[in-house]
């Protein structure tokens, strides 16, 4: 190679020649006089400060412009990792991902226009949309909803799309069946489950909640699908401090569970981002109707209907919830709970104890208003506290026990909402803590095919931490037992108690009893009521009656009939007048038949409910559309509902008769073995007409829960055997 050090330095040195030359031929500067120098001078530091701050208010303002199109923070890219990484990888990929929303009444009240699917509009739908813009550059949303006339999509836009499809179930207890048959006809890559609005309702216990959960979530990771839970929204009737607190219980249930499975958990119900306190209440008298008329304003009130449901501007809302809750988190609020406990205190009595810490630097004014849930009443509570910055108090509330039936039943917590607010800010805290010092769970609530005697295996919980002794006593259909336990710390035992059942064969069909079973330790006694509903095996060829559900006789009956090919069902409807309403319908019937095998059938599971109208006419009634699951778990066909027959007659003495014939075929995974006391079916009949409503069994289990149904025997010799249900 060639260097050019030689020419760089006769470079220089011309260079040096040349400015050599220059200061020989400038004339000589004139001569300065000499002065002393100046004295060093110590700079202004506020002054400095001062001139630095006055630049830099004149520099323009940084703009940090919105990312978007895949742009994710490293933390809520780690979050999609952990709970979505499926669903992630399909997003940043620009592909096709499926959503099956398993929603209840949560999903009504969103209105839409020029026939746009309203599903667009829910908080689902929003949700979405919001992704959609997140991750991809078009395409947009579209709802799968086979045979319907709306229109699936908001604008025709090409590309990938985001799918969602509705499935409507009105309890948590049928999710599992719902999904797993109408769920999985498309290709579902996430689950969001929008459960408990009607559950909370119906006031299903927190056990039918868990255990209906935890089997919804290990169908939906069987086929490897990701889950979102989002929670129920309160509800907001007359008197609003207890209609608040009936979906917390269901909603608590859901939070834990999802904590536990590594589920993201969206409380659709959180007011710290719904409403804002108004600033000119003062003092809970105030801050309470002033809360409680603007959340109504979000709702579609029709109280009447039993449920009130979103409008669409809280959809909208919910939906950016939702959407927030998924990136990165729900906010924190200035305050957090802690060291809970919740204590009876003498019979009826209860006491709720926590540490209320203030978590900003400032003071905090905070009102705390604790919610009235089933069976319980909270006693004069002071409402206003004031926390310092970072201080802590401890909080103290006392209940009423109203209701002994709405002690924990198969966990031994209490769940008490609190609704509280600080500033502009107001959350429902959900306390979930073990009752203290004892509990009683009852860890058999149904039981098929009892003969002789029922044990609840009922089992006493020393929640103390320290040795308790206790005595116990029970009374049941006219027979006391007692005993007495003595439980190690944190111990537990179950009782030796065995309730008799009737033996003789012409004892009612069904029967309501109350168990009332009493505990005492040191100078604590607390009774646990339960009522125990108990109805006989029925036959074929016989007629049972069914029960009013005001109270009054009723001479109503039922029969079941079968043969190789069909079932037959019955009703004679006898002082039953039955008149055409408005909307042209007489009477409604709901028909729940669990036809699993008869192993299958002892275990949990969830039926449809067949829905069966007519006019006050003789002729054939209308039978509704049928669920896939309609006949108990595993079943996954379609069903046309012209292969059912429901007809109304009348006879010559002028009764009126209602007969429906079910064809065997349908009912594929039953084994009907003619004669044989062990080839059951659940059953549950219920009907309303001529200003009454009628019922085979009645449970304050959801409808379409299997544990809930009687049990029909396919022969004309039934045994003497019971179902037996806690309540």
Not at 22 to 45: F, S
Not at 435 to 456: G, M, V, Y
Not at 714 to 723: A, C, G, I
């Amino acid at each position: 190679m060639f260097s050019n050090r030689k020419t760089f330095l006769h470079l220089g040195a011309l260079a040096l020649l040349g400015v050599t030359g220059l200061r020989a031929q400038a004339p000589a500067a004139p001569a300065q006089p000499v002065t002393a120098p100046a004295a060093e001078t110590v700079p202004d530091l506020q002054a400095l400060q001062a001139e630095a701050r006055a630049v830099e208010a004149k520099l323009p303002s940084a703009v940090v412009l919105p990312q978007t199109y895949f742009d994710l923070s490293p933390v809520q890219r780690d979050r999609w990792r952990k709970f979505l990484p499926q669903t992630l990888l399909k997003l940043t990929r620009r592909e096709r991902v499926e959503i099956v929303v398993l929603g209840d009444a949560i999903l009504d009240g969103a209105k839409s226009e020029d026939g746009v699917d309203p599903v667009l509009k829910s908080f689902a739908g929003v949700f979405a949309k919001k992704l959609a813009a997140q991750f991809y550059y078009t395409g947009g949303v579209r709802v799968i909803r086979p045979d319907s006339k709306l229109r699936d999509k908001e604008s025709k836009v090409m590309g990938p799309e985001i799918l969602i499809q509705p499935v409507r179930t009105s309890s948590i207890i049928s999710a599992a069946s719902a999904l797993s048959t109408v769920g999985f006809q498309g290709q579902p890559d996430v689950v969001l489950v929008a459960q408990g609005l009607e559950d909370g309702l119906a006031g299903v216990s927190a056990a039918d909640v868990a255990v209906a959960f935890r089997s919804l979530l290990d169908t939906a990771r069987g086929k490897h699908l990701e889950v979102i839970v989002a929670g129920p929204i309160p509800q907001a009737a007359d008197p609003e401090e207890a209609s608040l607190a009936l979906t917390r219980g269901p909603s608590s249930v859901l939070r834990e569970a999802s904590a536990k499975a590594d589920v993201i958990f969206s409380d659709m119900g959180d007011l710290s981002r719904l409403l804002v306190t108004p600033p000119g209440a003062k003092g809970a008298d105030q801050i309470f109707p002033a809360l409680m008329q603007e959340y109504q304003s979000h709702l579609n009130l029709r109280p009447s209907q039993g449920v009130m449901t979103p409008t669409t501007a809280m959809h909208a809302e919910m939906g950016r919830i939702l959407y927030q809750d998924v990136m990165q988190g729900a906010p924190a609020v200035p305050w957090k709970i802690s060291a809970a406990k919740a204590t009876l205190a003498g019979q009826g009595k209860l006491t709720l104890e926590f540490e209320l810490a203030n978590t900003r630097r400032e003071p905090l004014a905070v009102t705390l208003l604790p919610l009235v849930p089933a069976g319980f009443k909270p006693m004069d509570t002071n409402p206003e506290l004031q926390l310092a910055a970072g201080a802590k108090q401890t909080v103290k509330l006392n209940y009423a026990i109203t209701d002994t039936r709405q002690l924990p039943l198969t966990d031994g917590e209490m769940r008490l909402p609190i609704l509280m607010v600080a500033g502009k800010q107001s959350r429902i805290e959900d306390i979930v803590v073990p009752l203290r010092p004892f509990s009683i769970i009852w860890n058999s609530r149904a039981a098929f095919n009892q003969e002789t005697e029922f044990s609840p295996e009922l089992e006493i919980e020393n929640s103390t931490g320290s040795k308790l002794s206790a005595t116990w006593m029970s009374d049941w259909a006219g027979k006391a037992q007692e005993g007495k336990v003595a439980l190690d710390a944190s111990g537990s035992e179950v009782l030796k108690l065995a309730l008799p059942l009737p033996s003789d064969a012409k004892a009612p069909f069904r029967r309501v009893l109350p168990l009332r079973l009493a505990l005492s330790s040191n100078s604590v006694r607390q009774i646990f009521d339960r009522d125990i509903e108990i109805t006989r095996n029925m036959g074929l060829k016989e007629s049972v009656p069914m029960t009013a559900a005001d109270g009054q006789e009723s001479a109503v009956t039922l029969r079941a009939d079968a043969d190789s090919m069909k079932l037959f069902l019955t009703l004679d409807l006898t002082g039953v007048s039955l008149v055409d309403d408005s909307s042209g319908k007489a009477f409604e019937l709901l028909l729940n038949l669990d036809a699993r095998s008869y192993g299958e059938r002892l275990t949990p599971g969830a039926t449809a409910a067949l829905r069966i109208s007519g006019k006050a006419a003789d002729g054939a009634a209308v039978v509704d559309p049928i669920a896939p699951w309609a006949f108990g778990s595993g079943y996954a066909a379609v069903f046309e509902p012209k292969e059912f027959q429901a007809e109304l007659s009348s006879s010559a003495g002028g009764g009126r008769r209602l007969t429906i014939t079910l064809p065997k075929s349908y009912l594929y995974r039953h084994e009907w073995a003619l004669g044989n006391g062990n080839s059951q079916m659940g059953l549950n009949v219920r009907f309303s007409g001529g200003g009454r409503d009628y019922f085979l069994t009645r449970s304050r289990r959801q409808g379409d829960d299997a544990e809930s149904l009687s049990v029909l025997e396919l022969t004309d010799k039934p045994t003497q055997r019971w179902t037996v249900r806690v309540e």
